[in-house]
Every structure is written in structure tokens, then in C-alpha cells.
């Protein structure tokens, strides 16, 4: 119902054996952790400035620069010619592609990053997929967790599907754009092309090439002195 090729186009990742066996997209966040352990072969070749903070279950790419402050504690697998900036921090099971931008205070666990995909400024990513040249405006949240902490239920065009997760926080489709401080709760699939606008608090399902809006009643008056 939900099927991954809906959301993401496969020739911007190398990682496609993620999918191999997932029926619903979300069903991939499930597939990180052990893809990683059987298949990560760590390594850096990226060039480092100052002294950033690198664990022992780590690959970095060609060409990617990893600025002094960032800490990436692995299983972590990073492409080439990425930016991974200062004060980012990459908690582990995290898998990102080439051209990626992991911004000042982002903080990622358990997701998988595309191409060309764009995270730059105060942004928390957790147990999420973000498509190709996906964009969080500064100050995004992806909240990955209920309240409540019970299962996360997807709704479907009839029935609200269950997950089977209690960590889920979003699927982004390919260039989808999320405005400056909205967030995404917990279980939100956003589709190919379409847009949040900035301060939204967005619940539930956005269908492809669509905008999300948000509108808000201001009153001016006058400044007494």
C-alpha cells in the first residue's frame, strides 16, 4: 500500500538491498542495524578538519568534509562528497548517501539518507528516511516517539495500518521540503514533490506533488507609549 518505490527512486542510493524485502517503506527502518553490522567495512577517506570525534565502526567517502565538532559514534556508513559540519552528531545505525549536508546541531540515529539530501541546521532526525535532495528547513523535528510510547499506526486510505514499531518517525519522499521549524509527528509519510509549510504541526499522510499550508490569523494594533 504504501511501497517504497512510491517514495524513493533507487538509482540515488546505494544502499537498495534494504528494500529488498519490505512490503510498506517504513518497514526498511527495521533493516538498518543489520545491513550495517554484516556489511559496513570501516574506513575514512575523508579529509578532517581539526578533530572531530570518529568511532571504530565508521566508513566516510571520498571528498567528504567532516568539520571539527562533529561526533559520529557508528555503525555509521557516509558517502562521498558530504559536508558533516560542526556540532553534528550521528548517533549510530545511520546510513547516508553523496552530496548529503548534516548541518550544525542535527542530531540522526537510525536512518537512511539519500542523495543529494540537504538536513543543514538544528534539525532532529530519528528512525527515518529522507529521499533524494530532500530538505528540512532549519529547525525541523522529526519525532519519532508517542507520547504514550505505544505502537505507531500509519493511516491508510481506509484503515489506520499498524507499524509494528514504537520508534517511527518519517518517511520524505524524493525533494520533499519541510519549512523552517515545523514538525513531523510521529509515523508522518510525506510524498515525491510536495511541501510543509514553515511552523506546521503536520499528522498523517501527504500525498505526492501537494502542499501542506498553514495559516494563521494575526492581529496588528496600536503601540501605546
Avoid at 56 to 81: L, R, Y
Avoid at 131 to 137: E, K, P, S, V
Avoid at 181 to 203: A, C, E, F, K
Wanted: charged letters at 20%; proline letters at 4%; aromatic letters at 8%.
Amino acid at each position: 500500500m504504501f511501497r517504497p518505490e512510491d517514495y524513493l527512486d533507487f538509482a540515488h542510493t546505494q544502499h537498495r538491498l534494504i528494500f529488498e524485502k519490505t512490503e510498506n517503506v517504513w518497514d526498511a527502518l527495521r533493516e538498518i542495524g543489520p545491513y550495517l553490522q554484516f556489511r559496513l567495512q570501516p574506513g575514512i577517506e575523508a579529509e578532517l578538519i581539526g578533530k572531530p570525534l570518529i568511532g571504530e565502526n565508521v566508513f566516510v567517502g571520498q571528498g567528504t568534509i567532516i568539520e571539527n565538532g562533529a561526533m559520529i559514534k557508528g555503525p555509521a556508513w557516509i558517502g562521498e562528497n558530504c559536508e558533516i559540519r560542526n556540532g553534528c552528531y550521528i548517533r549510530g545505525n545511520v546510513i547516508v548517501g553523496n552530496d548529503v549536508v548534516l548541518g550544525n546541531s542535527c542530531e540522526f540515529k537510525n536512518c537512511l539518507i539519500f542523495d543529494g539530501a540537504q538536513i543543514p541546521h538544528f534539525n532532529y532526525v530519528g528512525d527515518s528516511i529522507l529521499g533524494y535532495r530532500a530538505h528540512l528547513g532549519a529547525g525541523v523535528i522529526l519525532s519519532n516517539v508517542k507520547l504514550d510510547h505505544q505502537e505507531i499506526h500509519v493511516a491508510g486510505p481506509k484503515q489506520k495500518i499498524a507499524t509494528g514499531l514504537r520508534k517511527f518517525g518519517a518517511i520524505l519522499g524524493d525533494y520533499a521540503e519541510v519549512g523552517c521549524n515545523s514538525v513531523l509527528s510521529p509515523g508522518s509519510l510525506i510524498g515525491r514533490h510536495s511541501v510543509v509549510y514553515p511552523g506546521s504541526q503536520w499528522r498523517g499522510v501527504l500525498p505526492a506533488h501537494s502542499i501542506a499550508k498553514l495559516r494563521q490569523t494575526m492581529e496588528i494594533i496600536s503601540r501605546r507609549t
